[in-house]
C-alpha cells in the first residue's frame, strides 16, 4: 500500500524516480524482448479484410502473425480478442520534437565565423556586395534539423497517442531552413530518434524580413541563382575530377548542400498550404527541373489536374479551417432556446428578425468555402491522386475530429488509412520496413478499442519498434445531476483556486485556475512539484454544483490520467481524487481569486 502512495505522488507530479523504468509494467520487457498480440482482430494493410490473428513482435520487428502463430515462452503476452490492430501512422512532413530556433541570439556565420551582426546588434551585416550573411537571408540547406531536436518536446508523446510511429520531420525557419530527416518516435535519447538523416530538403514562400530574398519574386529569383551556381559548381567539380589543368573548384556552403538538389538525389519538400503556393512552386520545378513534393497543401484541389501524372508527389495539410460563422453559433443557441419557448413565441420572434443579404450571401460563401476544404482529400481521392497526410500545420488534439471530418465530406476508411501508413511509407522510400503489418517489418502497430476510425475509437495500446506504450480509455464522464436547470454556470467557477490533496503522511498543495469564455470552460494546474512540462485540465464537465476534470501527463512513455470530481460549496470545494490502479484520495479547496472584469 505504501507503494501506490508513493507511486501517486510519483505520477501526480511528474516526478521521474528510476523506480518508473517501463512503459506499463515492471516486468515489461524492452526492444530486446518480446510482445504477443493475441488473437487481435488485424487490418493488415488499407484494403484488407480483417483477421483475428496473433502477432508476435521481437527485437522491434514483427517475426510472426497468423491465427496459429506460436506465442514464445518468454513473449509479453496481450489478450486482444476484443481489440483492433494497425499499422501505424506515418507522418509525412512535420516537426514533431523540432525546437523553435534562437532568432534572438548572436549567430556565426555560415563558415563558423564572427556573428553576423553590426557592432550595434541593430541590423544584418553585408557582404562587399550587399547582401546578409546566408542566415539572415534564411537560406540554410546547410543545416540539419538534429541540433533542432528535443526529446523532452511534448509533441513527440503528444502525436504518439495520436497513433503515430514514424515522422518525416523538418528543421524550423524562413526560405530553406534545411535538411529533414525521419525518426521513430520511441527513445529515451535524441539519438534514439533518428532513422535515416538528411532525406530532404526543405522550403518555403517564407521572406527574410527586412533582408533580400523578402517577396515572393525575390525568392523565386534567389532559387534559380542558388541551383544554377550550384549546378555550375558541379559540372567544375567533375571537371577538376575528371581532367588535368582545370583550377580548384572554389567551395560554397549552400552551392555545396544544394548539389544533392541539383543532382536529384534529394528532394525539395517545398510547403505551399494555398493554391497561389502551389502554383508557384510547380513553376519553379518546371523551369529548374528538381525532385519537388508540394507538402502542407490546403487548396491542392484547385490544381488537381496537375498532379493526374503522379510525377509530383503530394502531401496534404492536417489542419483545417474552423467554421467560426455565426450560423453554427445561432444554431446552438436556437436548440436551447427551443426547450424554453414554445412554438408561438419563436414564431414572433422570427417575425421580428431582419435580415442582412449581404451577410447570407458571405454566409453561403464561407460556407462552400469551408465544405470545399473539409472535401480537398476526398476530391483527389475519387480523381486517382494519390497523397499522404502531413502534421506540420496542425494540432495533435484536433486530429481525430479533423480525420472525421475529412471523412464527412467524402474520404473512405481505406482511403484515409493509406495516406496515413502505405502511401507516405512509399513516398519516403521506407515501404519495405513499414506501412503495414507483415514479417519482417518494424513492429509498429495500433492497437485500439473499436475500429480506428469510428466515434467513440480509443487507442488501448501503441506500440513503435517493439516499444509498448499503454493508455487508460478515457471517455468523458458527465456528472449526475439534473439536466434541465444548473445551480452553477462556468462564470461560477472561473477564477483561482488552492487545492490540498491529503495522501497518508503527507499533502500536496497547489493552485488551479478555470477561465471561462463564451460559455466554455478552460483550466490549468499548477504546484512547485510539477515538472512534467503539462499543466492543462482536460474534459470539464459542470452540472449542478458538480465539477469533473482529468489531468494528463505521460511519464517513461507511460500515459497517467487523475480523475477530479469535486462539489463546489460556494467559495470552497472538496471531492476526490482518483488514478486508475493506485486509488482514490480526498481533496479540498479555496478560492482564492475571481477573475478581474
Known amino acids: 500500500m505504501k507503494r501506490k502512495y508513493f507511486l501517486l505522488t510519483l505520477f501526480v ?11 506499463v509494467s515492471e516486468d515489461l520487457p524492452q526492444i530486446t524482448g518480446c510482445i504477443a498480440l493475441i488473437n487481435a482482430k488485424v487490418i493488415s494493410a488499407p484494403g484488407k479484410p480483417m483477421q483475428v490473428e496473433t502477432i508476435i513482435m521481437r527485437d522491434g520487428l514483427i517475426t510472426d502473425i497468423g491465427p496459429r502463430a506460436k506465442i514464445p515462452s518468454d513473449a509479453y503476452r496481450i489478450q486482444a480478442d476484443s481489440l483492433y490492430a494497425y499499422p501505424a501512422f506515418i507522418d509525412a512532413f512535420s516537426s514533431i520534437g523540432v525546437k523553435n530556433p534562437e532568432s534572438d541570439a548572436p549567430r556565426g556565420g555560415p563558415q563558423g565565423g564572427p556573428g553576423n551582426r553590426d557592432r550595434n546588434n541593430t541590423r544584418p551585416s553585408v557582404d562587399e556586395e550587399g547582401n546578409p550573411s546566408l542566415e539572415d537571408a534564411g537560406i540554410t540547406p546547410f543545416r540539419s534539423v538534429r541540433p533542432s531536436v528535443d526529446i523532452k518536446e511534448k509533441s513527440i508523446a503528444d502525436w504518439r497517442g495520436q497513433g503515430f510511429a514514424i515522422a518525416h520531420i523538418v528543421p524550423k525557419g524562413k526560405m530553406i531552413p534545411g535538411k529533414g530527416s525521419l525518426i521513430v518516435l520511441s527513445g529515451k535519447e535524441t539519438g534514439q530518434l533518428f532513422w535515416k538523416e538528411d532525406v530532404s530538403m526543405f522550403a518555403q514562400w517564407s521572406g527574410a524580413g527586412d533582408n533580400y530574398p523578402s517577396t515572393v519574386i525575390g525568392i523565386m529569383a534567389k532559387w534559380r541563382e542558388l541551383y544554377h551556381n550550384a549546378s555550375q559548381d558541379l559540372v567544375q567539380q567533375t571537371s577538376y575530377t575528371n581532367a588535368t589543368l582545370v583550377p580548384r573548384p572554389h567551395y560554397n556552403q549552400a ?9 536529384r538525389d534529394m528532394p525539395v519538400y517545398f510547403r505551399a498550404p494555398k493554391v497561389k503556393d502551389i502554383s508557384r512552386a510547380l513553376a519553379l520545378q518546371k523551369d529548374l527541373g528538381m525532385k519537388m513534393v508540394i507538402s502542407d497543401a490546403e487548396e491542392a484541389w484547385y490544381l488537381k489536374d496537375q498532379f493526374k501524372t503522379g510525377t509530383i508527389p503530394l502531401v ?5 479551417p474552423e467554421d467560426k460563422s455565426e450560423n ?8 436551447a432556446e427551443a426547450k424554453e419557448k414554445n ?3 419563436k414564431a414572433e420572434k422570427k417575425d421580428t428578425v431582419n435580415t442582412d443579404p449581404e451577410k447570407e450571401e458571405f454566409e453561403k460563401k464561407r460556407a462552400q468555402s469551408l465544405k470545399e476544404h473539409y472535401a480537398q482529400a476526398s476530391v483527389l481521392a475519387k480523381d486517382g491522386i494519390p497523397f499522404s497526410f502531413g502534421t506540420l500545420s496542425g494540432k495533435s488534439s484536433d486530429f481525430t475530429k ?7 465530406n467524402g474520404l473512405t476508411n481505406d482511403q484515409v488509412l493509406s495516406a496515413l501508413t502505405s502511401q507516405p511509407a512509399k513516398l519516403l522510400g521506407i515501404e519495405k520496413n513499414c506501412g503495414t503489418i507483415d514479417i519482417g517489418k518494424m513492429a509498429n502497430v495500433i492497437v485500439s478499442t473499436k475500429p480506428i476510425f469510428e466515434k467513440d475509437a480509443a487507442i488501448r495500446y501503441m506500440i513503435v519498434e517493439g516499444n509498448l506504450y ?10 449526475q445531476g439534473k439536466e434541465s436547470h444548473s445551480a452553477s454556470t462556468p462564470s461560477s467557477l472561473a477564477g483561482t483556486w488552492s487545492y490540498t490533496i491529503d495522501i497518508p503522511d503527507q499533502k500536496k498543495e497547489g493552485t488551479m485556475e478555470f477561465i471561462e469564455k463564451d460559455g466554455s470552460l478552460t483550466g490549468t494546474i499548477h504546484s512547485s512539484d510539477i515538472t512534467s512540462g503539462n499543466n492543462e485540465l482536460e474534459s ?13 501527463f505521460e511519464i517513461e512513455g507511460q500515459l497517467m490520467v487523475i480523475e477530479f470530481n469535486v462539489k463546489l460549496k460556494g467559495e470552497s470545494f472538496d471531492g476526490s481524487v482518483t488514478i486508475a490502479d493506485v486509488g482514490s484520495f480526498s481533496i479540498t479547496g479555496q478560492r482564492m481569486s475571481k477573475p478581474k472584469n
Do not use: C, W
Not at 507530479?13 to 512503459?23: L, N, R, S
Not at 453554427?328 to 436548440?335: F, I, L
Not at 499503454?470 to 456528472?479: F, G, L, N, Q, S
Open 13 to 23: 507530479f511528474g516526478f521521474t524516480a528510476g523506480i518508473i523504468a517501463q512503459p
Open 255 to 263: 552551392h555545396e548542400a544544394l548539389l544533392p538538389v541539383v543532382k
Open 316 to 320: 496534404l495539410s492536417l489542419a483545417l
Open 328 to 335: 453554427k453559433k445561432d444554431k446552438a443557441e436556437a436548440k
Open 343 to 345: 412554438d408561438e413565441a
Open 402 to 408: 479533423n480525420i472525421r471530418l475529412m471523412m464527412d
Open 470 to 479: 499503454a493508455y487508460d480509455e478515457k471517455e468523458k464522464k458527465k456528472v
Open 540 to 552: 470539464i464537465v459542470l452540472d449542478v454544483d458538480a465539477v469533473a476534470f482529468t489531468f494528463d
